[in-house]
């Protein structure tokens, strides 16, 4: 029998919701996507049953499978800006402790733009601000950017393997949840794990993998944009992409990253 990671969530929602997103993810693989690691069981309600990876650190080739491969796994695609897997369980749009709001199919909005705006700045800002976190001259600046996202001045072309549609994004790829098998022979470089997967802008995730210093991020960046090319200015747009987990991270912790999201907005604004 595989040996499994045991993860335990506080509601079924949550764990029917990252299992569903999990398999989803999975579903790219034929088309070579990143492989994704297996829900093996769900002995409660709250329980989910996760493959264990072996964890260790990359080399050079498997950093730039991993890219090549998670360009495979945002051309897959999904069916809107913010929508969530297909097989996410009734009840409330959102995930986790964070609430990060997913959209349903029928209110799916029209371009990346009006979905990162509210669903990502403006939607996380509000709850910040509710609980102090921000002043009414901060969060008009964040509105500032949500704005000039919303209008698409700040918008890109996806990828090219991904061409004018959603991709099929991790949702929270930071360093952590990319795994490299230790004994480096995994095709597609990496597994992925805990993820928050819908349809969004593929330079999303590749900015959150730059936040917490993934790495041989270089590498695996090279072998992405090799891949799939990426939009002329994408290094200009990190910033940007980060926005979204940098308020997600002030709306749970605060301290330092309050700063670090003010200091993106600035420069955007």
């Given amino acids: 029998m595989a040996e499994t990671h045991v993860k335990t969530f506080s509601d079924p929602h949550e764990a029917a919701a990252e299992a569903a997103g999990l398999a989803w993810l999975a579903e790219a693989e034929a088309s070579g996507g990143t492989r994704i690691a297996r829900v093996l069981g769900r002995p409660s309600p709250t329980v989910l049953d996760l ?3 072996d964890d260790g650190s990359p080399t050079t080739a498997q950093a730039e499978r991993f890219g090549r491969s998670l360009a495979h796994t945002h051309a897959a695609g999904a069916e809107g800006w913010g929508t969530p897997a297909p097989g996410f369980p009734a009840g409330p749009l959102r995930m986790g402790r964070s609430g990060t709001p997913f959209v349903s199919a029928a209110d799916a909005p029209g371009t990346w733009g ?3 705006a509210e669903y990502r700045i403006r939607d996380f800002v509000r709850r910040i601000v509710d609980r102090g976190g921000l002043d009414a001259g901060e969060a ?6 949500a704005d000039r996202v919303q209008d698409g001045s700040l918008g890109s072309p996806q990828p090219a393997l991904v061409g004018d549609r959603p991709a099929r994004l991790h949702g929270d790829l930071w360093a952590g949840n990319v795994l490299w098998p230790g004994d480096h ?7 992925l794990i805990d ?5 969004g802008h593929a330079e999303t995730d590749l900015a959150l993998l730059a936040l917490f210093g ?3 991020l270089e590498t695996v960046l090279g072998a992405y944009d090799a891949e799939s090319r990426l939009a002329d200015g994408w290094q200009e747009r990190v910033e940007l992409h980060q926005l979204a987990p940098l308020l997600l991270h002030v ?19």
């Fill in 251 to 269: 709306f749970l912790f605060g301290g330092s990253y309050r700063g670090a999201a003010l200091r993106a907005a600035e420069r955007y604004a």
């Fill in 214 to 216: 993934l790495p041989r």
């Fill in 195 to 199: 993820a928050n997967p819908h349809g």
């Fill in 185 to 191: 022979s995994e095709p597609t470089g990496a597994v």
């Fill in 140 to 145: 008009a600046l964040f509105d500032r950017v």
């Fill in 51 to 53: 493959e264990l990876i």
């Fill in 114 to 116: 009006e979905f990162f």
